[in-house]
């Protein structure tokens, strides 16, 4: 058996030093005016002074001048406490010697020994702490791709608002138009981006009276107000719209960002927040059904026209299997001659009680509820009757139908082609195909596989809405076109914007260089007319020779031309 001897004062002395030493809690001696006497290693770690600097100068001399106000008087007054109480604790943010503040816990003890007052301190660094529990607020509250409140925080602010404020409080919801076209085309890291360009430039704004700029997620944004006057708010929701007339600039790709906005008044349409918000998006909504890119003021009789969305899916789906989807003819015509080449078909919907509506009331809930494939089986087997009909009363035509990426990627979209034309006696030649730029985008590979083989069977392709979209020129290389239809949008402006003007004549010239053919589209005036042919545009489409029609009145024009 061992026999116990008991420690020594000394050995007891050096070990507690050593451990001192190899504690991971800063540890440091004070004289009785708060004067460093010693200091362990992970002190000096922390705060990247040595033991020997600080010995003899007071406590924090050091780090004052870096502390913010509120924590230098905590700082300074640590003497007082420790007097009254003999122990004092507090959370500090200390300044090291490179400028980092670290975040800390740290404990003072008041000791007497042969007569003499010492003072101990211990410092635990929490900054790891600290910032977990910052990121975890942060993840509540706000959201991830903007750093803007989220809806939670929206509804707490706002609901607040509603209480104190002796005002009225004006709510807008607003989303992005087309904004799950442009994620699935640009990617996530791309959509975030112009995300944080969109919301930059809506904090530049500096919309006054704004109380809370919310982003509920994806393309999902809210703002409340506090008004003195309702002019005002018509007036910060103009400039929130033409500040999208302005382009965003990605990758030195231009895009355009339309927005639908829906704004309600507390408490006009309702004391409560859940009321006012839901009128809000109830005004949003109906924008969006009716085409996007405006603002709704809740009235109620919108109300009435809005169905919700899981009605609307019901919906569609009754239309496809009862073939409500019909469609309309727009001529194209041979500008220099003025007669018809060929039309463009236009789906609308005959809906039972609505009556007949446009694509823009549907088009976004199609692709949404993956019916696009649906859809354009039944416009094309109407197109493709359709032509048999005119054929049969000595018409020879072509017909073009609107197709996007989601229709082309359908595994039976090629086989559903070739049996049209076998059962409709139809030539390829007859059928045309538009896709927009920005479908070209999406799953790029397969696109262009479909394309190349429609191509190889004989159908004509055009590249529809040219100059709108994300896609760059060397895609119109790259892709088997036939035509090139220029957006409504520069033909609208060709006659009195010089630069809209120029643009036209560019993709008129490369347009030649690569062999293609390019078609007008919207031409409303004479002048636009006029212009095209002089600088040798071949086809146009337009109000000024014809709106869409049904296939009766197609019909007509066709015999009265002939
Ligand atoms: P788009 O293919 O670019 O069709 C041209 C649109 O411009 C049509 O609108 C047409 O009515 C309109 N338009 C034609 N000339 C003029 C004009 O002179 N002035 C003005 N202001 N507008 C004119 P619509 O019929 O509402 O179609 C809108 C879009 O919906 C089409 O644009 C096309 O992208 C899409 N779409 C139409 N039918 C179908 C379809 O069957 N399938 C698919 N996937 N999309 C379709
Ligand atoms: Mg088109
Ligand atoms: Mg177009």
Redesign the pocket.
């Known amino acids: 058996m061992t026999i116990f001897s008991p420690i020594t004062e000394h050995i007891k002395q050096q070990l507690l030093t050593q451990l001192c030493d190899c504690l991971e809690d800063g540890l440091f001696i004070l004289d009785a005016n708060l004067r460093y006497m010693s200091a362990n290693a992970a002190y000096e770690m922390m705060i990247g002074y040595q033991e020997a600097f600080l010995i003899g100068r007071p406590l924090g001399v050091y780090a004052v001048d870096f502390l913010p106000d509120v924590e230098r008087d905590i700082f300074l007054s640590v003497a007082e406490h420790l007097d009254k109480d003999g122990f004092y604790e507090n959370n500090f943010s200390i300044a090291t010697r490179y400028g980092q503040t670290l975040n800390c816990h740290m404990t003072f003890r008041k000791l007497d020994l042969a007569s003499k007052v010492y003072y101990v301190g211990m410092v635990r660094d929490t900054s790891a702490v600290t910032k977990d529990k910052e990121e975890l607020i942060h993840l509540l509250n706000f959201n991830q791709d903007t750093g803007l409140p989220n809806r939670k925080v929206f509804l707490s602010q706002t609901s607040d608002l509603l209480l104190e404020s002796y005002q009225e409080v004006a709510i807008a919801r607003f989303n992005i138009d087309r904004y799950r076209m442009l994620a699935s085309t640009l990617g996530t890291d791309k959509v975030t981006t112009l995300l944080n360009l969109f919301v930059k430039r809506i904090n530049d704004l500096k919309l006054t009276h704004l109380r809370c700029f919310s982003h509920f997620g994806g393309d999902d944004f809210a703002l409340s107000f506090e008004l003195t006057d309702t002019r005002m708010v018509r007036h910060q929701i103009n400039s929130l719209m033409q500040m999208c007339e302005r382009p965003f600039s990605l990758d030195g790709n231009v895009i355009y960002l339309r927005i639908s906005v829906g704004v309600s008044y507390f408490p006009e349409h309702g004391t409560q927040l859940s009321t006012v918000l839901s009128k809000a998006e109830k005004a949003l909504n109906y924008i969006k059904q009716n085409g996007g890119d405006d603002v709704g003021w809740y009235r109620e009789e919108i109300n009435y026209v809005c169905i919700d969305s899981l009605q609307l899916e019901a919906e569609l789906r009754t239309a496809i299997d009862e073939c409500q989807f019909i469609p ?1 003819y ?1 001529p194209k015509i041979t500008l220099a001659t003025g007669e018809i080449t060929g039309f ?4 609308r919907w005959q809906h039972p009680t609505r009556g007949l509506l ?3 009331d549907f ?1 976004d809930a199609i692709i949404t509820y993956k019916l ?1 494939f649906d ?2 089986c039944q ?1 094309a087997i109407q197109i493709a009757e359709q032509l048999s009909a005119w054929q049969a009363i000595g018409f020879t035509q072509h017909i073009c ?4 990426a989601a ?1 082309f990627t359908h595994p039976e979209f090629l086989e559903f082609i070739v049996t049209l034309f076998d059962q409709h006696c139809m030539y390829p030649h007859q059928l045309h195909i ?1 896709i ?1 730029e920005s479908s070209l985008m999406l799953n790029h590979l397969s696109v262009k596989q479909q394309l190349v083989a429609l191509k190889a069977l004989g159908v004509c392709l055009a590249m ?2 040219f100059g709108t979209g994300y896609a760059s020129l060397s895609y119109l290389q790259e892709y088997p076109f036939d035509f090139i ?1 220029v957006d ?1 949008s520069f033909i609208s402006k060709i006659v009195d914007d010089h630069i809209q003007y120029a643009i036209v004549k560019a993709i008129l010239e490369l347009a030649n260089a690569l062999d293609m053919k390019v078609i007008a ?4 005036t004479d002048e636009q007319w006029q212009l095209l042919l002089d600088i040798g545009c071949t086809y146009g ?4 020779f014809s ?2 029609l049904t296939a009766e009145d197609a019909t007509t024009m066709l015999m009265r031309r002939a």
Request: proline share 6%; aromatic share 8%.
């Open positions: 309309y727009q463009e078909a236009l789906v446009q694509p823009v088009i696009s859809l354009f416009m139908i609107n197709a996007d229709e538009e927009t529809d809405d239809k409504r589209e919207g031409i409303e489409q337009g109000y000024l709106r869409p």
